[in-house]
């Protein structure tokens, strides 16, 4: 029947010759020809029997192969192009931090120290040369985003997204200041004496004395002070704001020297700036897409420069802004850069406004330096590419490869000769940077 199958096993004593005869009720309907003396000795249900080839088939079909063994063993498998080692031109890898890297700096008295701030809430002083660590800087409460050498290299400055700053002595290692702000937008050192400035989320410029903490401060409208430069005559600074405006401040009078606002300020918040070798001029960078050139001297903007209006190459959305992330001034030449958001590197003469050169990443640039004495600027991308390029003919000079995440930050040491960065992988690296002229 459809239940259940039988084979009988039966002896023949006669010759095939006799007739048929029915079976009995043991076998449940299923006519069975029985001829002669023949009789049924056994019966065999096939389902005791040992399973044969299709029946194991049939139960392989209800097995979950997904839970069979271990299901993580296939990804020791590589394929041959997953095989081949990754690019690295990196000539060491520091590795101490357990998260992102945000902010690197180098000693302006030697270059040959680093100081890296990361998402594990702490700073490493460490030696460029052989990665050895000379200073663990602890005690943070949130992610350090500002790490950065005094002007003689004898004092480091760390300062987490929480606002607590530490200032700590290099040769004893020891920490000799600190002070609790609001959230800090940016840390920075006077360029001759041992002052520290910080802009915070309030809209206010904390300037201190260290190690005695002194302290000053320059109050404005309720807004971010969202970047902030010493000018090289160490008597001013110059603070942009979220609101777009600009600040020229007089650091002994504690007094707005020029305020450039309304119709002559950017439209949106200021996101970087930079000043030419003798403080004359201040470029500025915002998220309306625009940079403004202005004069120190009379606070006049004396230049405008916008790629494509400032809207983002390719964007779906016309009035999303494609804003600038990093300004710079090229020392020997009468040239500016400008690193857009959407992987554009601008390069003008600021003296007729004239764009010279367009050089596009393959992702948004996050930040970019010139060298000091020649017309080479550096860009680090969201691709994790460090790049240098010749602003005379705007053609890439060399590029260099090694993190597996975005350069969050790069620095280059005064003789262009190498360079330090650092990145979303949890590394900072040091590239040595050869040139055919060097």
């Known amino acids: 029947?459809?239940?259940?199958?039988?084979?009988?096993?039966?002896?023949?004593?006669?010759?095939?010759?006799?007739?048929?005869?029915?079976?009995?009720?043991?076998?449940?309907?299923?006519?069975?020809?029985l001829h002669g003396d023949e009789e049924i000795v056994e019966v065999i249900d096939l389902n005791e029997m040992e399973p044969g080839p299709d029946d194991l088939a049939d139960d392989l079909e209800d097995v979950d192969f997904e839970d069979a063994g271990n299901a993580d063993d296939d990804e020791g498998w590589e394929t041959e192009d997953e095989m081949e080692a990754e690019q690295d031109d990196s000539e060491l890898t520091f590795s101490k931090h357990t998260g992102s890297v945000f902010c690197v700096s180098l000693d302006p008295a030697t270059n040959s120290m680093a100081v890296t701030g990361g998402e594990d809430d702490k700073a490493y002083v460490?030696?460029?040369?052989?990665?050895?660590?000379?200073?663990?800087?602890?005690?943070?409460?949130?992610?350090?985003?500002?790490?950065?050498?005094?002007?003689?290299?004898?004092?480091?400055?760390t300062g987490d997204m929480s606002g607590m700053i530490k200032v700590w002595k290099v040769d004893t290692k020891e920490e000799i200041w600190s002070f609790e702000v609001g959230d800090l937008e940016w840390l920075e050192w006077h360029p001759c004496a041992p002052v520290l400035l910080a802009g915070t989320d309030d809209g206010n410029v904390w300037m201190w004395k260290i190690p005695s903490g002194d302290c000053k401060t320059f109050q404005s409208s309720a807004c971010q002070a969202t970047s902030g430069k010493v000018l090289p005559d160490g008597k001013r600074a110059v603070v942009g704001y979220e609101d777009g405006t600009v600040r020229v401040w007089d650091l002994k009078q504690g007094n707005a020297i020029h305020v450039i606002k309304g119709r002559d300020a950017h439209q949106g918040a200021l996101t970087c700036l930079a000043c030419n070798k003798d403080g004359s001029l201040v470029l500025t960078g915002s998220v309306d897409g625009c940079a403004k050139l202005i004069n120190t001297a009379t606070g006049k903007v004396v230049g405008v420069?916008?790629?494509?209006?400032?809207?983002?190459?390719?964007?779906?959305?016309?009035?999303?802004?494609?804003?600038?992330?990093?300004?710079?001034?090229?020392?020997?030449?009468?040239?500016?850069?400008?690193?857009?958001?959407?992987?554009?590197l601008a390069i003008y003469d600021f003296s007729t406004q004239v764009l010279r050169h367009r050089c596009q990443h393959e992702a948004g640039i996050v930040h970019l330096q010139w060298e000091e004495s020649s017309s080479v600027v550096s860009t680090c991308c969201l691709d994790g590419a460090l790049r240098l390029w010749d602003a005379r003919s705007g053609s890439l000079v060399c590029e260099y490869r090694g993190h597996t995440a975005e350069i969050l930050n790069f620095t280059i040491n005064r003789e262009a000769s190498l360079a330090v960065t650092a990145s979303g992988d949890n590394q900072a690296k040091v590239f040595c940077l050869q040139r055919p002229d060097r």
Request: proline share 5%.
């Open 305 to 344: 420069f916008s790629v494509e209006d400032g809207k983002a190459k390719g964007s779906p959305d016309k009035e999303e802004s494609n804003s600038v992330e990093s300004v710079g001034f090229c020392n020997i030449l009468p040239l500016v850069a400008l690193a857009y958001l959407d992987g554009t």
């Open 1 to 33: 029947n459809d239940y259940q199958k039988f084979i009988y096993i039966y002896f023949c004593t006669a010759p095939p010759a006799c007739g048929p005869q029915s079976m009995d009720n043991n076998t449940q309907g299923n006519a069975i020809e």
């Open 126 to 157: 460490w030696r460029v040369s052989d990665g050895e660590v000379l200073l663990e800087c602890t005690g943070h409460k949130d992610s350090v985003t500002c790490a950065l050498f005094s002007h003689d290299s004898s004092m480091v400055a």
